[in-house]
């Protein structure tokens, strides 16, 4: 296990990011924030809190549920659905879209499908906290990126969250390895 963000780095990278999405979105009267279920969660409510305190207002978000919109549901992996709460319109809105880490692209190509189930937004931009650059599998970007990480398809970056595992790092897991840990 190799960490490539520790800690400290970590909450530098949530407030750039935040303020990047506060330079192209102003006042946010036209802008909703929508997490992906579960990982994108932590990282959206970490720049909503940092965004609504540095500007002083209250934004739109809601969570994003993709379990029944996966290219892989019917594939007999045992998949648990969460919840989508997305409570206001997103008709003509400017949807900026969250997860924790970008890979293949299938992730956010489900989430779209599902997004459209709720309106037709005006526009849909990306916000990954890592993205794997050199694993797509279809020709989706990120608008909004804390860090590139170049790893081998043998590796694995996992997000820790100080919420979930106590403690906020991102490290780059061998695969093989972790499998003979368990």
Known sequence: MKTILDSNK?????QRL??????NHADFSNSVLIGIQPRGILLTKRLVHYIEQHLKLKLQVGKLDITFYRDDFNTGNQLIPDQTEINFSIEGKKVILIDDVL????????????ILDFGRPDKVELLTLVDRRYSRHLPIQADYIGMTVDALISEKVKVFWKES????KVVLLNKKIEKQKK
């Open 10 to 14: 970590f909450n530098v990278v949530i």
């Open 18 to 23: 935040s303020h990047q999405i506060i330079e």
């Open 103 to 114: 890979y293949t692209g299938r992730t956010i190509r489900s989430a779209l499908d599902a």
């Open 165 to 168: 595992e106590g403690e906020d």
